[in-house]
T-cell receptor, first 111, second 115 residues
Framework: GEDVEQSLFLSVREGDSSVINCTYT??????LYWYKQEPGAGLQLLTYIFSNMDMKQDQRLTVLLNKKDKHLSLRIADTQTGDSAIYFC???????????FGTGTKLQVIP | GAGVSQSPSNKVTEKGKDVELRCDPISGHTALYWYRQSLGQGLEFLIYFQGNSAPDKSGLPSDRFSAERTGGSVSTLTIQRTQQEDSAVYLC?????????????FGPGTRLTVT
């Protein structure tokens, strides 16, 4: 079945860039997503990328996709304390609406 | 506008009791999902509805878990004879049907504690 993996924890200093990595196994993935979960809240979509793209930029966020290696990354420029949260990578395959989520990476921003 | 709502927000129940968790999706969203998030864990897929039917029930952990959706809208997740390992946050999400990015909109979750 589909599998999505992430490292569990990342700590960065305020103002630095954060890079959160994700690997997935399903070669038929069509959309890949990054969601953010703040403490006590549900998940919120940050951005997504279609599988025929290799990069997408949205303000401080840059998503890179290496489809050959099945590797997805999220770069947050000028990381702020408000970026502290858990970040989930997710993928969807083909026309099927099921989305598989990774375990989440907890980002800690040190002032 | 109205987002996905879930009720109750918190539920404490005794082991062996049945519980019902409710999800109100965004109006017009045909797809509805249930996930479970245990402390410090990622999201565990439970079940997915397209309209009122459930094409994928593969994530339901046991036959104590069931879910239904009526009128293509509200969904209820029922856990019978609750066990302590059922303690978790249960998240509901909805999305539009058809083609596209299928962005999922999440509710705030129901925190279930089984004592």
């Amino acid at each position: 079945g589909e599998d999505v993996e992430q490292s569990l924890f990342l700590s960065v200093r305020e103002g630095d860039s954060s890079v959160i990595n994700c690997t997935y196994t399903d070669s038929s993935s069509t959309y890949l997503y990054w969601y953010k979960q703040e403490p006590g809240a549900g998940l919120q979509l940050l951005t997504y990328i279609f599988s025929n793209m290799d990069m997408k930029q949205d303000q401080r966020l840059t998503v890179l996709l290496n489809k050959k290696d099945k590797h997805l990354s999220l770069r947050i420029a000028d990381t702020q304390t408000g970026d502290s949260a858990i970040y989930f990578c997710a993928e969807r395959s083909g026309g099927y609406q099921k989305v598989t989520f990774g375990t989440g990476t907890k980002l800690q921003v040190i002032p | 506008g109205a987002g996905v709502s879930q009720s109750p927000s918190n539920k404490v129940t005794e082991k062996g009791k049945d519980v019902e968790l409710r999800c109100d999706p965004i109006s017009g969203h045909t797809a509805l999902y249930w996930y479970r998030q245990s402390l410090g864990q990622g999201l565990e897929f439970l079940i997915y509805f397209q309209g009122n039917s459930a094409p994928d029930k593969s994530g339901l952990p046991s036959d104590r878990f069931s879910a239904e959706r009526t009128g293509g809208s509200v969904s209820t997740l029922t856990i019978q004879r609750t066990q302590q390992e059922d303690s978790a946050v249960y998240l509901c999400a909805s999305s539009q049907g058809g083609t596209g990015s299928f962005e999922q909109y999440f509710g705030p979750g129901t925190r279930l504690t089984v004592t």
